[in-house]
């Protein structure tokens, strides 16, 4: 099939890969002309594991191409996916300008049959807003169908090539024909296609994220809990994960969470609901007890040196929001490095991937370092944000040399209590015991 996918962020460019390594054509849109350019010359704009080789190898074979034309995009395809951003507005509720921009664009364009897919995250009656705006303009039939990615940054390609379930949102049996088709090389080991509405398919992925966010801040709150009635998180996370009502994942506790999707998701269904007279009493507190979380860790250290930390020197390592990649929207490392600068501390920080983003965002607010050891370097103590595999296995002759004192804030809890107790360590992690020396 011919495939046009406009946006070139995680959920585009990595739909339109993937979809181009199934043997479609595939034309990615985007507006940067410098962003297209590098592209074309086979540069992938974002990191995630395996989609520059996956990349790589549809561009040689002639079936992945860029553009900054989206007429010419358009007449091409057959199938248009708009990956468009959906920001979050002052009040929460999703930026639907850019979908509905392009959508407007698309009428004045289209002269034969097309489907329209809204692959951005967007709230209950976008397609019927966004089937309003190409109709503005149009002169030929056309069918808007939602079909939300649910992709994990780290794993996105895995996720896109295997799904759990591929979520078709329709009431045009035609294109529910033409999206069954296109996927069907996704799900040829059973896993399930299921076509619903519409206004069903922008819910489920709400709905999804919104609980995982919720599964995360119910195991936060349970290892705070631990850690003032002296309970192991570790053991109560195995004991309710075993059941198979509750299942394993999204048990770690932390930091809090981050990311591009589940902020931006719950707050958008936050603000949905009150749109249509509904308070979502749960995640009302899920954002509350989040956006606590992601200073946790900050508080830990203040009750260590004091309020006032002039003078001090922290190294952290990670700045992402989640390991394997490289992206720092809403990333608790961004909170707690505000709250230490503010404090008047100095931070040094290394991530295998996130630097240049951080740098961009943050300039020299804080110190860069080559290498994890590098940023330990006359550093009071050492902070960990994000749970990178490098970090856990880390020589801890190497750590104790080059830290001015043996103290660690874990907020990933990569590291055994017991282990650090031995080593000789000042260790602090979540929901576990405090180790002093």
């Known amino acids: ?60 074979q002639g079936r992945l191409s860029f553009t900054t034309d989206l007429k010419d995009a358009v007449s091409k395809s057959s199938i248009i996916f708009l990956a468009l951003p959906t920001p979050p507005g002052e009040d929460g509720s999703a930026d639907l300008s850019y979908v509905l921009g392009v959508a407007e664009e698309l009428g004045k364009i289209i002269e034969e049959y097309k489907v329209i897919i809204d692959k951005s995250t967007v709230p209950v ?10 109709a503005k303009n149009a002169k030929v039939d056309f069918d808007v169908v939602s079909n939300p990615e649910f992709l994990r940054e780290g794993f996105a390609v895995e996720d896109f090539m295997k799904p759990d379930r591929v979520v078709i949102g329709t009431s045009s049996e035609k294109a529910a024909k033409i999206m069954t088709s296109l996927y069907k090389p996704f799900v ?87 749109q249509y007279g509904y308070h979502f009493e749960i995640l009302d507190s899920v954002l509350k007890v989040n956006d606590r979380q992601k200073l946790s860790l900050i508080h830990k250290v203040k009750e260590y040196y004091g309020d006032d930390l002039k003078g001090k020197t922290f190294a952290m390592w990670g700045l992402a929001f ?41 300039g020299d607010a804080i110190d860069y370092a080559e290498n994890m050891y590098e940023a330990l370097k006359d550093a009071d103590a050492l902070l960990i944000a994000t749970e990178w595999s490098v970090f856990r296995s880390p020589d801890f002759d190497k750590v104790s040399d080059r830290l001015k004192s043996k103290v660690v804030f874990d907020g990933r809890n990569l590291f055994e209590p017991a282990q650090m107790r031995e080593l000789g360590y000042h260790y602090e992690s979540i929901g576990r015991e405090k180790i002093t020396v």
Do not use: W
């Not at 985007?30 to 989609?51: H, Q």
């Not at 053991?235 to 990311?259: C, H, N, S």
């Not at 929207?329 to 630097?355: N, S, T």
């Open 1 to 60: 099939m011919n495939i046009a996918v406009v946006g070139t962020g995680y959920v585009g460019l990595v739909t339109g890969t993937c979809f181009a390594d199934t043997g479609n054509d595939v034309i990615c849109v985007d507006i940067d002309e410098k962003k297209v350019e590098k592209m074309k010359n086979g540069e992938v704009p974002i990191y995630e594991p395996y989609l520059d080789a996956v990349f790589e190898r549809n561009i040689r």
């Open 125 to 134: 009656g976008t397609a019927e807003l966004v089937q309003k705006a190409v």
């Open 188 to 274: 040829r080991q059973g896993n399930p296609l299921i076509v619903m509405d519409e206004k069903s398919a922008e819910l489920t992925k709400y709905a999804a994220n919104s609980f995982l966010a919720t599964k995360i801040t119910f195991m936060n709150e349970v290892a705070n809990f631990c850690e003032l009635v002296g309970a192991d998180v570790d053991k109560v996370r195995a004991g309710i994960g075993t059941d198979a009502r509750i299942g394993k994942r999204f048990l770690f506790p932390g930091i809090g969470y981050g990311g591009s999707c589940f902020p931006k998701d719950v707050q958008a269904l936050v603000r949905s609901g009150n």
């Open 322 to 362: 989640k390991p394997d990649t490289d992206d720092i929207r809403e990333a608790p490392a961004l909170y707690m490095i505000k709250e230490l600068l503010l404090a008047g501390a100095k931070v040094v920080a290394f991530d295998p991937e996130a630097m240049d983003n951080v740098k961009t965002l943050h």
